[in-house]
């Protein structure tokens, strides 16, 4: 059992999504904590890409603003690192292959060893094509976390046999964004994952609302919510009673 993966043991987890540098340093900084102090029980931190094939619009309108404040990816190691003043939160990165790449894959595994970050989540990097960095990965201590969607079909066995940390169950088809309503193959794929592996699987894209967490949370072991959260920093409003909230309900 690694790192990731205790956090899940004895507790369903919340897992909250931040774009970092939106809508700059300082008040990333802030609502990480705010969210770490407030029912958090991993926080996967976003970088900012150009071309972000899985993030939906509100997301995508977050990246601009991050842009906007002139984040780069030393920027992002840089709001982690003062983060990690207050708190040894678990954290994860959502990023794109081609910006671990141009960091160099041995480079950006070390930086997130030497700043505690825990895994990766890399949606364009599918698992075939993950050998050059899974060496680095495993080097380093750093759990690639596979994406699993009721699609997957006949990768499911595959890609969950070489799981670590915990698996990002795909709600849907299409982009990030909030839904009112998920696909009814969840239960059905989450079974047929649990056939090949015990590690924990936690369901994002689409949750918004306590209901839905306290739903989908009786199959998953963690819930993970991004536009939300993202929708209630660009409003400029408060995270901790909609993180203690959430909690509550899984």
Known sequence: MNK?????????????????DDPDFDTTVQNILTLANNGADIIELG??????????????????????????????????????????????FLTYTNIVFKYGYEEFCKRCRDLNISGLVI??????????LREFAKQ?????IQLIAPTSGDRIEKIAKEAEGFI??????GVTGQREDFSKKLSNTIEEIRKYTDVP??????????????ALSKIADGIIIGS???????????????????????
């Open 47 to 92: 970088i900012p890409f150009s071309d972000p094939v899985a993030d939906g619009p509100v997301i995508q309108v977050a990246d601009l603003r991050a842009f906007d404040a002139g984040v780069n990816t030393n920027v992002v190691f840089d709001i982690v690192a003062k983060v990690r003043e207050s708190t040894d939160v678990p954290l994860i």
């Open 201 to 214: 699987v936690a369901i994002g894209f689409g949750i918004h609302s306590a209901e839905q967490a306290q």
């Open 140 to 144: 380093y201590d750093i759990s690639l």
């Open 228 to 250: 939300a959260i993202v929708e209630l920093i660009a409003e400029g409003k408060d995270l901790a009673e909609y993180s203690n909230e959430i909690k509550a309900a899984i």
């Open 123 to 132: 949606p364009d990097l599918p698992l075939e094509e993950q050998g050059d």
């Open 4 to 20: 990731l993966e205790e956090v899940f043991k004895n507790k369903k987890a919340f897992i909250p999504f931040v774009v970092a």
């Open 168 to 173: 990002y169950m795909v709600s849907s088809m």
